[in-house]
């Protein structure tokens, strides 16, 4: 004879699953969405190396491994890795002109 479980009690009363205090079920909505206004929006002053990864369709290793080796310009701010905006664009043009030549 298969072991089978035993049916699941038919108890409604028990709370939602709870995710950072707030139940998980709760639909997050934006500001457009509920009628107001957007908020401002601001472009980004640099980068970090997952964010140049995902513009790049590149890996994330891949990614690490241009920093490291220079060929993608990056500061160090605390324990993170930055790119500003204006050192993709010079890593782009870089290889467009290594593509052309």
Same mark, same amino acid.
């Given at each position: 004879?298969?072991?089978?479980? #035993?049916?699941?009690?038919?108890?409604?009363? %028990?709370?939602?699953?709870?995710?950072?205090? /707030?139940?998980a079920c709760i639909e997050r909505?934006?500001?457009?969405?509920?009628?107001?206004?957007?908020?401002?929006?601001?472009? #980004?002053?640099?980068?970090?190396?997952?964010?140049?990864?995902?513009?790049?369709?590149?890996?994330?290793? /891949?990614? /690490?491994?241009?920093?490291?080796?220079?060929?993608?310009?990056?500061?160090?701010?605390? %324990?993170?890795?930055?790119?500003? #905006?204006?050192?993709?664009?010079?890593?782009?043009?870089?290889?467009?002109?290594?593509?052309?030549?």
């Amino acid at each position: 004879m298969p072991y089978l479980l #035993p049916p699941e009690p038919a108890n409604n009363d %028990k709370p939602p699953a709870m995710l950072h205090n /707030k139940p998980a079920c709760i639909e997050r909505t934006t500001r457009v969405e509920k009628g107001l206004r957007p908020g401002p929006q601001f472009a #980004p002053r640099w980068y970090s190396v997952a964010q140049v990864a995902q513009m790049l369709g590149f890996g994330l290793s /891949k990614t /690490k491994m241009l920093v490291a080796t220079g060929e993608l310009r990056s500061l160090k701010d605390g %324990k993170h890795r930055r790119i500003l #905006p204006e050192w993709v664009d010079e890593y782009i043009e870089r290889r467009v002109k290594e593509g052309a030549a």
